[in-house]
């Protein structure tokens, strides 16, 4: 019925009157505006662009082990027509995506997308809009629901969405409808077999509306429902599963000015979803939205958002999974030719009825330079992580790339920027660090008759030295290169039946470096870069000895802060991420392959050669009351000691794995004899560190991961230069750990609740008249519990280091 609905809906094209940003949520949206500027007569622009990238990417196949790196070369062309009349406005436009690798030629693609939307102005109140498209479109290897075969998974989608707004003031209405189509074709798995993906094809139609009043002229209350109907070709999938459902969404809000420079909306209500199959359980969950986006300075913005949606999927036994995101990126004109982009986003999917939940990150900084006003250059470098509670399903991937593009709307010039001041040097630092931070490996090979997947680690220590220059842009923007050689003590080991273990030693690397400075001279930023490091691996199985010592070459990258200490001098807290290459030891009776990843957080200090800090910056008010977000990453680390079968074996091993978190916190402090803090904070947040085991297809299955947190602390500081607040904390936090155990027969699902001692420190500084931002770095022990999945008790002492950065308000 939907589809027939969906082919009847691309006769009324011609209605089609404004594309909504989300059309998946057509009751979540605000009014779209009036077509503008208002034209006597009917008005033609054509806009068009075409950029071709080179990019190179280290785990095409999105893998933990046995990853596989490649160049690829990507054209982007797009073409647009838009008619804009006196009451209307209507837009065609083309694109596409299109993809050829160097060495994995069949993950070559040609996606495209055919639009035409557009708005029609009945009277002074009402706006119709609508529009069709249709996208020929691939699945990304790291969907979990891609089938794995030679070629990813191609798919087509067709959609078509129609509706109204009406302004009555002080009243609003909007009311929408969409339509949604997908329709996935075959994969093969190599082997002359087709994988058949017909179970996956289903179309989607939601019905929604929002009313809202006006507070002000510059804020609006509102109220929102959408009713959800999901239906699947096939009454029943490959597995046996009824997956057509019906929900609603229905939340509250607030939309407009949310403070200063800020506007957005946030609201807060319920999803719910009723599944066909009685083996799913219905669906109710909380929603929430947050959109934000501030205008800290000229040319500059700063977008933060947080929402939940709930996505399909077709694995064994789950009817889907509830996804909860947040992030925020940054876009600053530096001058008329050179723009900044950064950008970080935290996800967590929560399978429903499966013990399974996978938490994502993802980064990136560009520089995108405009050598005339419709041609560019853009660079960039973009991270990805997945940690899940499932061996096997985590990964990270970096991306390098390297664009040159081309468009027909010439970019404007503005005539405030002085083209004289805009690129200044700073000149060569020097200086010293210490660090410390963890070493995790996943790890997989052949055990006897099967494989085994595990995540090993520790933590440990560095000492190393610095060099750099670097440039002011825009006198905000700073951009560096800088050397760096550090000596580095991190190890960890597995005694058992074999053991071996992996140490990491001296490195040697070079990163650029890309920040903004804030009050006071001080300089929030982001780097990223290659390392060489000398990575050893000894390996004992029986009487056999392997022992393996070769340079590594990795991708780091991290965000930290400089901050002045004097004239010249200044002091850095940073955290740097490093991911290397995987390699195998291989032996007659061995094969085992290791992915190692690390992580430091470094306190240093320098001194600049070239330009000094101002002599008397602004001071920053510390004290008095504040509430904030975070985001954050680490490592959860547990000594696992229990016995094993066989004659006086017992398990010692070090596990550890990387995560993500998010988190808010409140507090209030105060500045005794205007350089010397003392205040007081809680927090709360949920966290992704966590680490698995898997053995296939016989042996122990289990997994330890951080969940929700909370918990207070005192800060104690001294206030550097009138603008830059150095401290330490120290105070209690109560942890989740989701324990989960497979073994044979025997299965174990359990929450431990345990306390921890958490210290460590960070550096504050302002951001703002009542803005703060700030970096900081703690270690947590934790309580040891155990787990009885049999009549053998596993006991787990846990560690935690978490480096966070925070943004806060200052009442």
Do not use: C
């Amino acid at each position: 019925m939907i589809r027939g609905l969906l082919l009847a809906s691309t006769a009324l094209a011609g209605l089609a009157l404004a594309l909504q940003p989300a059309r998946a949520q057509t009751a979540d949206q605000p009014p779209p505006q009036s077509p503008a500027p208002v034209a006597a007569q009917p008005r033609l622009n054509v806009d068009g662009s075409i950029s071709v990238s080179a990019v190179h990417t280290d785990n095409v196949f999105v893998t933990t082990n046995n990853r596989v790196g490649d160049f690829i070369t990507l054209v982007e062309p797009s073409l647009s027509a838009t008619l804009t009349g006196n009451r209307y406005q209507a837009r065609l436009g083309v694109s596409a995506d299109l993809a050829r690798y160097a060495d994995q030629t069949n993950e070559n693609y040609e996606d495209y997308l055919i639009e035409l939307e557009g708005r029609l102005q009945l009277n002074p109140a009402i706006l119709l809009f609508g529009g069709v498209d249709y996208s020929a479109l691939h699945e990304g290897r790291q969907s979990p629901d891609d089938v794995q075969g030679v070629r990813p998974t191609e798919y087509d989608q067709a959609s078509a969405f129609a509706g109204f707004t009406g302004n009555w003031r002080p009243w609003a209405v909007r009311f929408g409808v969409n339509l949604i189509d997908l329709n996935y074709d075959a994969a093969h798995d190599g082997m002359g077999g087709v994988i058949n993906n017909d179970d996956r094809d289903r179309a989607k139609l939601e019905v929604g509306g929002r009313v809202s009043y006006a507070l002000s002229p510059q804020r609006q209350a509102f109220v929102q429902a959408t009713l959800d109907q999901r239906d699947y070709d096939l009454a029943v999938d490959d597995l046996g599963f009824q997956r057509s459902s019906s929900g609603y969404r229905l939340a509250g809000g607030m939309q407009g000015v949310l403070g200063r420079n800020v506007t957005g909306e946030v609201y807060a209500g319920l999803i719910s979803q009723d599944y066909d199959d009685p083996r799913f359980s219905d669906t109710a969950a909380l929603d929430f939205g947050v959109r934000a986006d501030w205008a800290y300075a000229p040319r500059s913005r700063i977008s933060a958002f947080l929402g939940r949606t709930l996505e399909e999927t077709t694995l064994g036994g789950s009817p889907g999974y509830l996804r909860t995101s947040g992030g925020i990126s940054l876009s600053r004109r530096l001058s008329n030719e050179l723009q900044v982009l950064a950008h970080l986003e935290h996800r967590k999917d929560d399978y429903r009825l499966l013990h399974r939940a996978d938490y994502s990150l993802e980064s990136g900084v560009s520089l995108r330079y405009f050598f005339t006003r419709r041609a560019y250059l853009d660079a960039g470098y973009a991270f990805s992580e997945r940690n899940s509670n499932q061996a096997g399903n985590d990964f990270n991937e970096n991306r390098i790339t390297l664009r040159l593009g081309a468009q027909l709307d010439p970019v404007t010039r503005a005539e405030d920027f002085d083209p004289d001041a805009a690129f200044e040097p700073l000149g060569f630092y020097a200086g010293v660090n210490a660090g410390h931070g963890a070493l995790v490996t996943n790890l997989t090979g052949s055990r006897g008759p099967g494989t085994n997947t595990a995540d090993f680690g520790s933590d440990g220590g560095s000492f190393g030295v610095f060099i750099g220059h670097g440039w002011t842009v825009d006198e905000v923007i700073h951009l560096g290169l800088e050397f760096e050689a550090e000596d580095v003590a991190q190890q960890w080991d597995h005694r058992a039946g074999r053991t071996f273990g992996v140490r990491i030693d001296d490195t040697y690397g070079v990163t650029a470096r890309i920040g903004h400075r804030l009050q006071g001279d001080a300089l929030a930023y982001a780097r990223a870069g290659v390392v060489s490091t000398a990575v050893r691996t000894p390996y004992l199985h029986d009487t056999e000895i392997l022992d393996r010592s070769e340079r590594e070459t990795g991708y780091r990258y991290g965000v930290g802060a400089d901050f002045p200490m004097t004239e010249r001098v200044f002091g850095r807290f940073e955290y740097v991420f490093t991911t290397y290459g995987d390699y195998t030891i291989q032996s007659p009776r061995t094969s085992d392959n290791f992915a190692d990843a690390q992580s430091l957080l470094r306190l240093g200090a320098g001194y600049r050669f070239g330009r000094s800090a101002p002599a008397a910056p602004s001071a920053v008010d510390f004290s008095g009351f504040y509430i904030g977000a975070q985001f954050g990453h680490g490592a959860l680390t547990s000594e696992n000691v229990g016995p094993r079968p066989g004659p006086d074996f017992i398990l010692d091993a070090e596990r550890s794995g990387f995560g993500g978190a998010t988190g808010v916190f409140a507090g209030y402090g105060f500045v005794m004899a205007e350089r010397f803090y003392l205040g007081l904070e809680v927090e709360a947040g949920v966290s992704s560190e966590g680490w698995n085991i898997e053995r296939d297809p016989e042996g122990r299955v289990y997994s330890v991961e951080t969940d929700e947190e909370h918990g207070f602390g005192l800060r104690a500081g001294y206030v550097l230069n009138g603008a830059s607040l150095l401290y330490v904390r120290a105070g209690s936090v109560r942890a989740q750990f989701h324990t989960e155990y497979e073994v044979g027969p025997n299965q174990l699902i359990q929450d431990d609740r345990r306390d921890g001692l958490r210290y460590g420190g960070g550096v504050e500084m302002g951001a703002g008249p009542r803005y703060r931002f700030r970096v900081e770095y703690t270690h947590t022990d934790y309580d040891e519990y155990s787990a009885t999945p049999n009549s053998v008790t596993d006991v787990f002492a846990n560690r935690g280091t978490s480096f966070r950065v925070g943004f806060a308000y200052r009442f």
